[in-house]
């Protein structure tokens, strides 16, 4: 069977349509527009040519993606080349631009070519030529384990483009300490406020440039500990990106700093443990109190410095939270993890990209939910539920 495709920027629609339908033979169309079409075609024939899985390879075709009729006959030309029929081919209408896929999907209602759209939620929408018609057929779910064992760089690779990855980091996977970690313990521990070392959970293994030690690190490997506690296979971290790819406040590099494939999605996550303004300027303030005492004008400037640096501050935390958000694409998940609360303009830039934040003293369960998000709520959840609310009132 060949599989024809319209490719464009998101890679998750053919992914996954190439895992469940497994083809003999992969057609990609893609326009002349290298940034949205051509470079993700190209990226994505390296991706499964590395995976093995096409076993007759991959062809790659050029359509104009602003002419109707000049879509059409690029997908007649190529049908009559490789002898494509009802019988011997389907076409996958996810991909390309609106016009290209009515042009498809008239195409394969001329021809009698059975064709289907994926939806986000991994449900397929198939459609099957009967007479002059092309009528829907009853949808159906992917299983969202297809892509389980593709690593998540060569995901990732595909995703941005193979030139963006300057270090794919190091990767990180539980330790036989780890995978006796008692997560009730942990979670008590943590709302009290209490952070334990978690390096020997884990096993690390380098598979690049590994990142510099920082004030944050201990944030990341207790949040991919957690991950891989609750069933993430392995966790990449410290993955480094060419500048120019939104983190402006970066000189050289940006940097995702987990990343992991899971449920048949790409996850990034963004972990920072940094000292807001409150705490900088309360430790002056402590200080200069401790010599005698604060003025009204000092206060009040010290006031208006803490403002600034709030300002100042948010301006690269929203460019992280971008970040973070595009990475992962349309048929991905970001998460963003912090130790205290984000201030409030973040919150609802956060919460206007549908970024989940999970804070440092939830972290279990802040997972939990969003890695299993079917599963009933546990008992240490609820605890937490109504401790929350007790809190609250």
């Keep these: 069977m060949t599989l024809l495709s319209l490719a464009s920027r998101q890679i998750w629609p053919q992914v996954l349509s190439v895992l469940h339908l497994r083809p003999d033979r992969l057609i990609l169309f893609h326009s002349s527009e290298e940034a949205e079409s051509?470079?993700?075609a190209e990226r994505l024939r390296n991706l499964f040519n590395a995976l093995a899985i096409i076993p007759r390879g991959i062809r790659l075709e050029t359509v104009p993606h602003d002419h109707f009729g000049g879509l059409m006959d690029g997908l007649a030309r190529v049908a009559e080349s490789e002898t494509l029929d009802d019988s011997n081919s389907r076409l996958n209408l996810t991909g390309g631009n609106k016009l290209m896929a009515m042009a498809a999907a008239e195409w394969c209602r001329l021809n009698g070519v059975p064709c289907?759209?994926?939806?986000r939620d991994f449900r397929v929408f198939p459609f099957q030529p009967i007479g002059t018609d092309l009528q829907p057929r009853p949808s159906f779910a992917l299983s969202p384990n297809l892509a389980k064992d593709i690593d998540p760089i060569a995901l990732l690779r595909?995703?941005?483009s193979d030139a963006e990855i300057v270090s794919a980091g190091e990767q990180l996977t539980l330790s036989d300490a780890g995978r006796v970690l008692d997560e009730h313990a942990l979670s008590l521990s943590l709302r009290q406020g209490i952070v334990p070392q978690c390096e020997g959970w884990l096993h690390r293994r380098s598979e690049g440039v590994v990142k510099d030690g920082s004030f944050g690190d201990g944030?990341?490997?207790?949040?991919?500990?957690?991950?891989?506690?609750?069933g993430v296979p392995r966790v990449q971290r410290g993955v480094r990106l060419r500048s120019g790819t939104g983190r402006t406040h970066w000189q050289d590099e940006g940097e995702l700093d987990l990343v992991f494939n899971w449920n048949g999605k790409l996850w990034v996550v963004d972990c920072k443990h940094r000292r807001g303004a409150e705490s900088r300027v309360g430790?002056?303030?402590e200080v200069i109190g401790s010599t005698g005492g604060l003025s009204s004008a000092v206060a009040e400037l010290l006031d208006q410095i803490t403002g600034e640096l709030r300002e100042k501050e948010?301006?690269?935390?929203?460019?992280?939270?971008?970040?973070?958000?595009?990475?992962?694409?349309?048929?991905?998940?970001s998460v963003v993890v912090r130790v205290r609360q984000l201030p409030p303009e973040a919150v609802e830039f956060a919460r206007s990209r549908r970024l989940p934040v999970v804070l440092r003293h939830d972290l279990c369960e802040g997972l939990r939910a969003?890695?299993?998000?079917?599963?009933?709520?546990?008992?240490e959840s609820l605890r937490s539920l109504?401790?929350?609310?007790t809190r609250a009132g």
């Design 283 to 285: 430790r002056l303030r």
């Design 370 to 379: 969003l890695l299993h998000p079917h599963q009933p709520a546990t008992t």
């Design 38 to 40: 051509k470079q993700p």
């Design 219 to 230: 944030l990341e490997l207790l949040t991919a500990a957690v991950l891989l506690h609750l």
């Design 314 to 333: 948010l301006k690269p935390l929203k460019e992280d939270l971008l970040t973070v958000a595009e990475a992962g694409g349309l048929l991905g998940q």
């Design 158 to 160: 595909c995703q941005l």
């Design 386 to 389: 109504a401790s929350a609310r």
């Design 116 to 119: 289907f759209y994926l939806e």
